[in-house]
């Protein structure tokens, strides 16, 4: 039995998951990392992608959006701005977010971000598989 | 002395009265439950964020290079109010407590020179607001086609508070709601947003920052704005079902003794009527 860590998903409207889990793969905003017992302790914001759990009851993977990790040895929290698990995700929901996300790219002063954070959807649903 | 016909209409009347406002107490019930379980269920997003940006911006420090969110523009000439009140009424003070509280700041702004800015959520705030402050108004947001208050409507007030703050037409947004204490007490608050203001973080454990920590401090205080307008929604949702219990639960107990009255008169001027018939006959058969 490997060594687990604290495992929380948290959305502003409510807790999606919490459970012991062996490792926590993030989507961080410089790159992918995993989280195992005994990471350092670290902040990352995160870019849309995919997040996968693997827990003792296997692998969970869900949809996140924005926001950030906070990791320390013992424990890591998402905080998504938006979560959904990927079983439960539909391609007319990421239809959406793709749509929502092209929507603030043509407002956003900020070109790069914004044509980045499109992409990073596309490759999303790329790795969802939808 | 009204008539007979007159009270029994009446308490009839009242009767109606009394169901109807019975019915909203309940509704209100169930509907408070739900409030207050939204509520509970974002309360841990919200302190997380708050923790973690507290310990940021203790890091970052408001000095020169800060983000603009959390240290301002250097001005405070305009402020923006954001005014949250419901979309409907019948419930006690809940709407006035707001708008009073709203209206004393706006007073004192002003006296001291500032420019004031009005922007409502709900219409019932606006209407209240009208009179006094309407040429103040730069926006209204309309909640109600909303059944449930999501983190999106949120996102949208705050894209208008954020917006309104990097044009320059505003330099201080404050938001006015009611918190939630219990179903007899909200208390009318309010809570500058930005520039964001924080608790001095405690000690934090030290943590790396990936990318840099004022990168992620950029990036979550838009954030951080959402979700402190996120939760004064929820709280405003809560308290506003909360008032609106008590002031029905009032209502309902008003009419109950307004019925116990009437009927009393009714009864009483019933036996009257009887009484003087009797007299009318006993004298009429004495007289033969």
Redesign the interface.
Same mark, same amino acid.
Request: proline fraction near 3%.
């Given at each position: 039995m490997a060594s687990t860590v604290q495992f929380?998903l948290?959305?502003?409207?409510?807790?999606l998951a919490s459970f012991p889990a062996t490792e926590v793969q993030i989507p961080?905003?410089?790159g992918d990392?995993t989280a195992m017992e005994g990471h350092?302790? /670290?902040? /990352?914001?995160l870019r849309p992608g995919v997040l996968r759990v693997v827990g003792s009851e296997g692998t969970k993977a869900y949809i996140v959006t924005?926001?950030?990790a906070?990791i !320390?040895a013992t424990g890591v !929290?998402v905080?998504a701005?938006?979560a959904v698990p990927l079983d439960e995700l539909t391609p007319a929901a990421l239809d959406a977010l793709v749509a929502d996300a092209c929507e603030a790219a043509a407002v956003n002063s900020d070109k790069d971000a914004a044509d980045k954070a499109v992409a990073d959807l596309y490759a999303m649903r790329a790795a969802a598989g939808i | 002395m009204p008539s007979l016909k007159d009270l029994k209409n009446k308490i009839a009347s009242v009767k109606n009265t009394r169901k109807i406002t019975k019915a909203m107490q309940m509704v209100s019930a169930a509907k408070l439950r739900r409030a207050q379980d939204?509520a509970e269920?974002?309360r841990? $997003?919200?302190e997380?964020?708050t923790a973690?940006m507290s310990a940021?911006a203790a890091g970052v420090g408001t000095g020169e290079g800060a983000p603009k969110l959390l240290a301002g523009n250097g001005r405070d000439q305009v402020h923006l109010l954001v005014v949250m009140t419901s979309e409907r009424g019948l419930c006690g003070g809940f709407n006035s407590s707001i708008v009073k509280l709203a209206r004393v700041r706006a007073n004192e702004l002003v006296a001291q020179g500032k420019t004031v800015k009005i922007l409502t959520v709900g219409k019932k705030g606006r209407e209240q607001l009208k009179r006094d402050w309407g040429h103040t108004f730069v926006g209204h947001v309309d909640l109600s086609e909303v059944k449930r208050v999501?983190?999106a409507n949120?996102q949208n007030i705050a894209r208008e508070a954020m917006a309104a703050f990097e044009n320059g037409e505003a330099d201080v947004v404050t938001i006015f709601y009611n918190r939630f204490q219990s179903v007899i007490s909200q208390i009318p608050t309010e809570q500058q947003i930005i520039p964001a203001k924080f608790e001095a973080a405690g000690a934090t454990?030290?943590?790396?920052?990936?990318?840099s920590e004022e990168?992620?401090l950029a990036?979550?205080l838009p954030?951080g704005v959402?979700?402190q307008i $996120?939760t004064a929604l929820l709280e405003n949702g809560a308290s506003e079902q909360g008032a609106r219990m008590s002031a029905m639960d009032n209502a309902t107990r008003n009419a109950g003794d307004m019925i116990a009255k009437y009927t009393t008169v009714y009864n009483r001027s019933r036996q009257a009527a009887i009484t003087k018939e009797l007299i009318e006959i006993i004298s009429g058969a004495e007289a033969l």
């Amino acid at each position: 039995m490997a060594s687990t860590v604290q495992f929380d998903l948290v959305s502003p409207e409510r807790r999606l998951a919490s459970f012991p889990a062996t490792e926590v793969q993030i989507p961080g905003a410089m790159g992918d990392l995993t989280a195992m017992e005994g990471h350092a302790a /670290t902040i /990352t914001s995160l870019r849309p992608g995919v997040l996968r759990v693997v827990g003792s009851e296997g692998t969970k993977a869900y949809i996140v959006t924005g926001g950030f990790a906070e990791i !320390s040895a013992t424990g890591v !929290s998402v905080l998504a701005e938006q979560a959904v698990p990927l079983d439960e995700l539909t391609p007319a929901a990421l239809d959406a977010l793709v749509a929502d996300a092209c929507e603030a790219a043509a407002v956003n002063s900020d070109k790069d971000a914004a044509d980045k954070a499109v992409a990073d959807l596309y490759a999303m649903r790329a790795a969802a598989g939808i | 002395m009204p008539s007979l016909k007159d009270l029994k209409n009446k308490i009839a009347s009242v009767k109606n009265t009394r169901k109807i406002t019975k019915a909203m107490q309940m509704v209100s019930a169930a509907k408070l439950r739900r409030a207050q379980d939204a509520a509970e269920a974002a309360r841990p $997003f919200a302190e997380r964020m708050t923790a973690v940006m507290s310990a940021l911006a203790a890091g970052v420090g408001t000095g020169e290079g800060a983000p603009k969110l959390l240290a301002g523009n250097g001005r405070d000439q305009v402020h923006l109010l954001v005014v949250m009140t419901s979309e409907r009424g019948l419930c006690g003070g809940f709407n006035s407590s707001i708008v009073k509280l709203a209206r004393v700041r706006a007073n004192e702004l002003v006296a001291q020179g500032k420019t004031v800015k009005i922007l409502t959520v709900g219409k019932k705030g606006r209407e209240q607001l009208k009179r006094d402050w309407g040429h103040t108004f730069v926006g209204h947001v309309d909640l109600s086609e909303v059944k449930r208050v999501g983190y999106a409507n949120a996102q949208n007030i705050a894209r208008e508070a954020m917006a309104a703050f990097e044009n320059g037409e505003a330099d201080v947004v404050t938001i006015f709601y009611n918190r939630f204490q219990s179903v007899i007490s909200q208390i009318p608050t309010e809570q500058q947003i930005i520039p964001a203001k924080f608790e001095a973080a405690g000690a934090t454990a030290l943590y790396d920052y990936e990318p840099s920590e004022e990168a992620i401090l950029a990036d979550l205080l838009p954030r951080g704005v959402a979700t402190q307008i $996120f939760t004064a929604l929820l709280e405003n949702g809560a308290s506003e079902q909360g008032a609106r219990m008590s002031a029905m639960d009032n209502a309902t107990r008003n009419a109950g003794d307004m019925i116990a009255k009437y009927t009393t008169v009714y009864n009483r001027s019933r036996q009257a009527a009887i009484t003087k018939e009797l007299i009318e006959i006993i004298s009429g058969a004495e007289a033969l």
